[in-house]
């Protein structure tokens, strides 16, 4: 037993959580300078192959999922559970005492105790308690011969703070490794009305089933007048068997989430194709076609011959295109037309909507993580166990009245765990309200 | 009027601000103390007016957002933030003298926005991935943080000082400072109060990161150094409560913790090649 009495004294012991915080403060400064997760052949090129080799053994391109790293958070968990087990004990016996048990000698002895001397019959003995619980303070009694000792106390439950703090970080990387064993990362491209039952994971671009079919209805980009990028939004079709099971639009910061995968606006691409709306406006009939571009489609049912014949860009960016249609025999009309904007067109007295929009495929970012909501809750409790250990502080009073035969003594004692200053202030407040009770 | 004027303004308000606590420090004209405060408190709220206009601003430029989304920004609320938290100090604790150490802080970070060519001041639209309410959540949690560890760093400098001439028994302009165990106690409270703020910012930033891509932490510079920041801190913490530092040591600690404040905050954007593309515009 020795051993373990050795391992467990190590493992209580704070010198250690400062060493293996300043480890890991000082190691995690390695990753933000030397660039992570680069081929070896980068780091040849910069650093020599020597060092290379060097970090390469270190792992130091992956260095916060390396075995030493992990290994100084494994560490840190250890610590922090044994050195709560340890002391958890002790703190649960200070929340949960019987005050009323406390010896009157330890509270006569207390740092803060005021002594008052009066006569038994004093008029202004009897209202205290009711005095003390105005002042905020419900106190418990406990009478003994014709001795009476009173107690109060606030805020007990703030010495678990601490505790609850070191237990939100053991919280946080519980979620943490569930979402890493269960979860995964990765990120798909799917073209306008094309769909996909995969993504490709973001470490090896293996693939990985999503289990139902993800299509993109539609994808659009607008931007600011001075052309940055103000918005870019995909419509989400979920479907299981061609049965529509889900439908949204997601912009970055809004996502779709189903069946626990999360789908992120990440990023895009765009196509020389076009995709071509064509409403008949006496049937309301419609239909979308790609078209590739300057290559002519029809569309048999209606007689439809069209294609896109020229564009006007902005870089990758189509901002205006002409196009040119044709009904039957009917001549062909040609007409420039706004990104994603509508026309209409009349033909051989019929009348058609058009709406040209270039076609584009949206980049998701897909994540699954189950172990992110235990995170959150990790970091809800660290922020409540933050303010309890901080904020809020555990304070006691007690009134005793001692009665013999010269008369009754008073003793008012108080103590606190932290904040003596603060406490001090609310403790003479008290005094002087004995101090007014018994002198009127 | 409009809110560069306003915020050039204050520049030059919190400059005077310096010098006047600075006079009331090196004279030890204490009857200055009273006209410092009151001017530095206008100055605050001048700048106030100039950030809450910037606001305005934006929205009749039609791209409308808290003026909270760039480096400028982001400086002039951290020299906002710490005027304010000063100021409330002063109001509580009834210390005059540290603002000769705090204002300087917000008057450097001023001077740093309004002339550094690094930094563009123009209210500029937001990227997609900034507009989110977590992004502002994160900046103002951030920034509090950064603003309390840097009066914690002045009044580290405070402590050197007068423990300095005590040390040397001298009359010196320590003398008008706060007695050790008070800057003691502020020092501590002030470090509590930026170590709750930054475990704020680093998890609405996660949560951040989270909405709009899926990965609540990637390890990169930027959050790396906030980390470290924060176990710098979280280590402090332990070392007063558990192994009982005090003094010295502390202000010390409190002093090189906002060095690594001031890595995470602008190093990281002009020293490392970061990703965190916010604040490097
Ligand atoms: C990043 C990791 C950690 C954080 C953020 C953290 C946070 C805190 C905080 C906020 C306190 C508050 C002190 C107070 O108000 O009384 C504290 C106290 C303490 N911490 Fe940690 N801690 C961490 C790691 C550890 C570890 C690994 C140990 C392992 C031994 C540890 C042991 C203690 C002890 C013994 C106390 C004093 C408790 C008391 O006053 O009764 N901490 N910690």
């Known amino acids: 037993m020795k051993l373990f009495d050795t391992l467990w004294a190590f493992f209580t012991s704070v010198k250690l959580a400062i060493f293996t915080l300043c480890s890991l403060a000082v190691t995690s400064i390695v990753g933000t300078i030397i660039p992570q997760g680069k081929p070896y052949s980068f780091y040849i090129d910069n650093y020599g192959a020597k060092t290379a080799q060097f970090f390469h053994i270190l792992s130091i391109p992956d260095m916060y999922s390396s075995w030493w790293f992990l290994g100084l958070l494994g560490l840190l968990s250890t610590n922090l559970i044994i050195c709560s087990i340890d002391r958890l004990p002790a703190v649960l016996r200070i929340i949960t005492a019987d005050n009323l048990a406390m010896s009157t000698e330890r509270i006569q002895k207390m740092v803060f105790c005021r002594k008052w001397q009066v006569p038994s019959d004093h008029p202004g003995l009897a209202g205290l308690p009711e005095l003390l619980r105005k002042a905020g303070w419900n106190t418990t009694v406990r009478r003994e011969d014709r001795n009476e000792l009173y107690f109060g106390q606030k805020h007990r439950w703030s010495r678990i703070g601490v505790y609850i703090v070191h237990l939100s970080i053991l919280v946080i990387f519980v979620g943490a490794i569930i979402g890493h064993f269960l979860g995964f990362k990765g990120s798909v491209m799917i073209p306008e009305l094309r769909s996909t039952e995969q993504a490709y994971a973001a470490k090896d671009s293996s693939p990985i089933a999503l289990g139902f079919e993800i299509r993109c209805d539609s994808f659009t980009v607008d931007f600011y007048d001075n052309g940055m990028p103000k918005d870019y939004k995909s419509s989400l079709t979920i479907l299981e068997k061609d049965r529509v099971l889900l439908q949204k639009d997601i912009e970055v910061n809004n996502p779709l989430t189903y069946r626990g995968i999360t789908f992120y606006q990440a990023s895009y691409e765009a196509y020389r194709d076009f995709i071509l709306s064509i409403t008949d406006k006496a049937t309301g009939q419609s239909k979308r076609f790609v078209l590739p571009f300057q290559q002519q489609t029809t569309w048999d049912d209606q007689n439809l011959q069209f294609g896109v014949i020229n564009t006007e860009a902005m870089g990758q960016r189509a901002v205006r295109s002409k196009i040119w249609f044709k009904l039957g025999e009917n001549p062909a009309t040609v007409v420039w037309l706004a990104d994603n904007t509508s026309t209409s067109i009349s033909s051989g007295g019929k009348e058609y909507t058009l709406t040209a929009k270039q076609m584009y495929a949206t980049g998701l970012q897909v994540a699954k993580d189950p172990g992110v909501w235990l995170v959150y809750i990790g970091c809800g409790l660290m922020m409540i166990g933050l303010y309890m250990a901080f904020f809020l502080t555990h304070k006691r009073i007690w009134l005793y009245k001692h009665v013999d035969a010269t008369g009754v003594t008073l003793y008012l004692s108080g103590s606190t765990n932290k904040n003596k200053p603060a406490f001090a202030r609310l403790f003479s407040r008290l005094e002087r309200l004995v101090d007014q009770a018994l002198t009127n | ?281």
């Not at chain 2, 639209?125 to 900034?130: D, K």
């Not at chain 2, 990637?218 to 070392?239: G, N, R, V």
């Not at chain 2, 003094?247 to 970061?274: E, K």
């Open chain 2, 1 to 281: 009027m409009d809110s560069s004027q306003l915020l050039g303004i204050t520049t030059f308000t919190y400059m005077f601000s310096t010098l006047l606590y600075v006079a009331v420090l090196v004279f030890k004209a204490s009857k200055l103390g009273s006209v410092a405060t009151v001017f530095t408190a206008m100055a605050w709220l001048i700048q106030t007016a100039g950030i809450a206009l910037r606001w305005v601003e934006s929205y009749q430029m039609g791209i409308g957002h808290a003026p909270l989304t760039n480096m400028y920004e982001s400086v002039v609320f951290f020299a906002w933030t710490i005027i304010a938290l000063y100021l409330f100090i002063e109001w509580k604790f009834k210390i005059r003298i540290i603002g000769a150490f705090a204002t300087p802080f917000a008057f450097l970070a001023m001077a740093y926005a309004s002339f550094s060519g690094e930094i563009g001041k123009e209210i500029s639209p937001l990227v997609p991935a900034l507009q989110s309410n977590w992004l502002i959540a994160h900046v103002v949690t951030c920034f509090i943080g950064y603003a309390a560890f840097a009066v914690a760093a002045a009044l580290g400098i405070m402590y050197v000082i007068k423990n300095k001439s005590e040390n040397e028994s001298r009359e010196t302009i320590a003398g008008t400072l706060p007695p050790l165990p008070v800057l003691d106690d502020l020092i501590h409270k002030t470090m509590v109060f930026g170590f709750i703020w930054l475990s704020a910012g680093i998890i609405t930033g996660a949560i951040w990161a989270n909405s709009a891509w899926g990965t609540y932490w990637s390890w990169d510079p930027k959050e790396t150094w906030s980390l470290i920041t924060w176990f710098f801190y979280a280590i402090t913490l332990h070392a007063r409560y558990t192994r009982g530092w005090a003094g010295m040591r502390i202000a010390f600690l409190a002093i090189f913790g906002f060095v690594s404040v001031l890595f995470t905050y602008y190093g990281v954007n002009f020293l490392l090649s970061g990703l965190h593309s916010y604040g490097s515009s």
